[in-house]
C-alpha cells in the first residue's frame, strides 16, 4: 500500500553539493558567513531591515520577548489556539500567560477578545499567523499595540512565504518569528527567525543570543544572553532550499486550490476559507465532524493526518479554566491532511475521493 505521509520535507542534489563544497571548503560548521548570507537573503525575501537566526523557532519567540524585557510580573497575551511553543517562551520567563479565544474566519486571535484581555500588566502581545493566515483587520492590531504601549510579537511561524494585504506575515509587528523546523515550507532541519524593522531591539536580539557579548568574539558581557546560534552547516541548506522558495509557495497555494475544489459541499468535512492571493499554507486543513473516525479510515488506507492543536489553556502543562469556545471547536475538530510540498496531484485526487468515500458513508 503507498503510504502519503502527512508531511516530509524536500531535500535534493543541490542541499547535497551544497554541504559537500561547505565542508570541502574547511568551514567550521559553526555559524559565520553563511549564516550571516542567509540571514540577508530572509530579510530581503520578506521585505524586513533586518534578520537574525537562532537555534530554532521557540528560541526565536524567547529571544524577542526578551529583547521587550518580557519577564515575571508582566502578563503576555497569547492566542488558546497556536503549537504551545508561543506560550511557553513567555511562560518560561515568567510571565503570565493569558489566553484569548481565536476568530472563526481566520483562527488567529480575535480583536474583540484581545482587547478584553488587556490588563494594565500586559507587556505583549503574540500574534501567531497560524497556517499563514492573518486576521484581516492585521493592522488595527499594530495600532492598537502602539497606543498602548505594548509590545507586538508576530509568531509567523507557519507563515514563511504568506503574505497581509501584499506585506510578508512577521513584519508587521515590533518583531516577528520564523521557524525552520522540519515540516516547514523551507527546512534547516531546527532553526529559526528573527525579522524587525528597528535597529535597537534587533541589537538586543544579537546580543541574546550571543552570550550579551559586545560583539562576536568578544569576551566583554553588556547584558545577560544565552548560546541560541545558528550554525553555517544549516546555513548552507537553508540558502539553497531559499532558491526553492518562490516555487514552493506557488505550489503550496495549487495544492490548496485543489484541495478546496476536490472537497467542496461535502458534508460533514468543512473547509476553512483561504485567500490565495495572500496564504501559501503550511497545512491544508479540514474540520471534520467525525475527526477519530475520518483520521482511522484515512490511515487504514495508507493516508497519514494530524489532529488539529489542543485548546492549551485547558493541557496540563497550563490547567486554567475558562471558556474559549472556538479554539476548542477547532482543537475538537480540526485535521491536518497531507500537506508536502512534494505531493502529487494525484495524491491529493486520492486523499479526496477517500474523504468523500468517507463522507458519503457517513450519511
Ligand atoms: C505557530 C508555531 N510557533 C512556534 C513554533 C516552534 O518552532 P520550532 O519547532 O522551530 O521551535 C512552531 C513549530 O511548529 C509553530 O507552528
Same mark, same amino acid.
Given at each position: 500500500?503507498?503510504?502519503?505521509?502527512?508531511?516530509?520535507?524536500s531535500?535534493?542534489?543541490?542541499?547535497?553539493e551544497?554541504?559537500?563544497?561547505?565542508?570541502?571548503s574547511?568551514?567550521?560548521?559553526?555559524e559565520?558567513?553563511?549564516t550571516?548570507?542567509?540571514?540577508?537573503?530572509i530579510?530581503?525575501?520578506c521585505?524586513?531591515?533586518?534578520c537574525?537566526?537562532?537555534?530554532?523557532?521557540?528560541? $526565536?519567540?524567547? %529571544? %524577542?520577548l526578551?529583547a521587550?524585557?518580557?519577564?515575571a510580573g508582566?502578563?503576555?497575551?497569547?492566542?488558546d489556539?497556536?503549537?504551545?511553543?508561543?506560550p511557553n517562551?513567555a511562560?518560561?520567563?515568567?510571565?503570565?500567560?493569558?489566553?484569548?479565544?481565536?476568530?472563526?474566519?481566520?483562527l488567529?486571535?480575535d480583536?474583540?477578545?484581545?482587547k478584553? $484581555?488587556?490588563?494594565?500588566?500586559?507587556?505583549?502581545?503574540?500574534?501567531?499567523t497560524?497556517? @499563514?493566515?492573518y486576521?484581516?483587520?492585521?493592522?488595527e492590531?499594530?495600532d492598537?499595540?502602539?497606543?498602548k504601549g505594548?509590545? !507586538?510579537?508576530?509568531d509567523a511561524?507557519q507563515?514563511?512565504?504568506?503574505?497581509a494585504? =501584499?506585506k510578508?506575515?512577521?513584519?508587521?509587528?515590533?518583531? @516577528?518569528?520564523?521557524?525552520f523546523?522540519? &515540516?516547514k515550507?523551507i527546512?534547516t532541519? *531546527? @532553526?529559526g527567525?528573527?525579522l524587525g =524593522?528597528?535597529?535597537?531591539?534587533?541589537?538586543r536580539?544579537?546580543?541574546?543570543?550571543?552570550? =550579551?557579548?559586545e560583539? +562576536?568574539g568578544?569576551d566583554?558581557y553588556?547584558?545577560m544572553?544565552?548560546?541560541?546560534?545558528?550554525t553555517d552547516? *544549516?546555513?548552507?541548506? =537553508?540558502?539553497e532550499q531559499?532558491?526553492?522558495? &518562490?516555487?514552493?509557495v506557488?505550489?503550496?497555494?495549487?495544492l490548496g486550490?485543489l484541495?478546496?475544489k476536490?472537497?467542496?459541499g461535502?458534508? @460533514?468535512?468543512?473547509l476553512?476559507p483561504t485567500?490565495? %492571493?495572500?496564504?501559501?499554507?503550511?497545512?491544508f486543513?479540514?474540520?471534520?465532524d467525525r475527526?477519530?473516525?475520518?483520521?482511522a479510515?484515512?490511515d487504514g488506507?495508507g493516508i497519514?493526518?494530524? &489532529?488539529?492543536?489542543? $485548546?492549551?489553556?485547558?493541557?496540563? $502543562?497550563y490547567? !486554567?479554566?475558562?471558556?474559549?469556545?472556538?479554539?476548542?471547536e477547532?482543537?475538537?475538530?480540526?485535521?491536518?491532511? +497531507?500537506?508536502?510540498?512534494? !505531493?502529487?496531484d494525484?495524491?491529493?485526487?486520492?486523499?479526496?475521493?477517500?474523504?468523500?468515500?468517507?463522507?458519503?458513508k457517513?450519511?
Amino acid at each position: 500500500m503507498k503510504i502519503i505521509n502527512q508531511m516530509e520535507p524536500s531535500f535534493d542534489d543541490e542541499e547535497r553539493e551544497a554541504v559537500n563544497d561547505y565542508l570541502k571548503s574547511g568551514g567550521w560548521i559553526t555559524e559565520f558567513k553563511k549564516t550571516r548570507e542567509f540571514e540577508s537573503v530572509i530579510a530581503a525575501y520578506c521585505g524586513s531591515k533586518h534578520c537574525s537566526v537562532v537555534s530554532n523557532g521557540t528560541i $526565536a519567540l524567547t %529571544a %524577542a520577548l526578551m529583547a521587550c524585557n518580557v519577564g515575571a510580573g508582566d502578563e503576555v497575551i497569547v492566542p488558546d489556539y497556536t503549537m504551545v511553543a508561543t506560550p511557553n517562551s513567555a511562560a518560561i520567563l515568567g510571565a503570565k500567560v493569558v489566553f484569548a479565544d481565536i476568530e472563526r474566519k481566520s483562527l488567529c486571535l480575535d480583536f474583540e477578545k484581545m482587547k478584553k $484581555a488587556v490588563t494594565n500588566k500586559t507587556k505583549a502581545l503574540m500574534l501567531v499567523t497560524i497556517n @499563514g493566515r492573518y486576521p484581516e483587520n492585521i493592522e488595527e492590531y499594530v495600532d492598537f499595540c502602539r497606543k498602548k504601549g505594548i509590545w !507586538l510579537v508576530e509568531d509567523a511561524a507557519q507563515s514563511l512565504g504568506s503574505k497581509a494585504h =501584499g506585506k510578508h506575515l512577521g513584519t508587521f509587528g515590533d518583531l @516577528g518569528c520564523l521557524s525552520f523546523s522540519s &515540516p516547514k515550507i523551507i527546512s534547516t532541519g *531546527q @532553526g529559526g527567525a528573527i525579522l524587525g =524593522g528597528n535597529e535597537e531591539l534587533m541589537e538586543r536580539v544579537r546580543k541574546i543570543r550571543d552570550f =550579551g557579548r559586545e560583539k +562576536p568574539g568578544s569576551d566583554h558581557y553588556l547584558t545577560m544572553g544565552w548560546n541560541f546560534k545558528f550554525t553555517d552547516l *544549516q546555513a548552507v541548506i =537553508g540558502l539553497e532550499q531559499m532558491k526553492k522558495l &518562490p516555487w514552493r509557495v506557488e505550489r503550496k497555494k495549487a495544492l490548496g486550490k485543489l484541495y478546496d475544489k476536490l472537497l467542496a459541499g461535502l458534508r @460533514g468535512a468543512e473547509l476553512i476559507p483561504t485567500n490565495y %492571493a495572500d496564504t501559501a499554507p503550511w497545512f491544508f486543513d479540514i474540520l471534520a465532524d467525525r475527526r477519530e473516525a475520518l483520521q482511522a479510515f484515512l490511515d487504514g488506507r495508507g493516508i497519514k493526518t494530524r &489532529p488539529f492543536y489542543p $485548546a492549551l489553556h485547558s493541557e496540563p $502543562a497550563y490547567g !486554567l479554566k475558562g471558556s474559549y469556545p472556538i479554539a476548542e471547536e477547532v482543537a475538537r475538530r480540526g485535521l491536518w491532511l +497531507p500537506s508536502s510540498v512534494s !505531493l502529487k496531484d494525484e495524491d491529493v485526487e486520492h486523499v479526496c475521493s477517500m474523504i468523500r468515500e468517507f463522507c458519503v458513508k457517513q450519511g
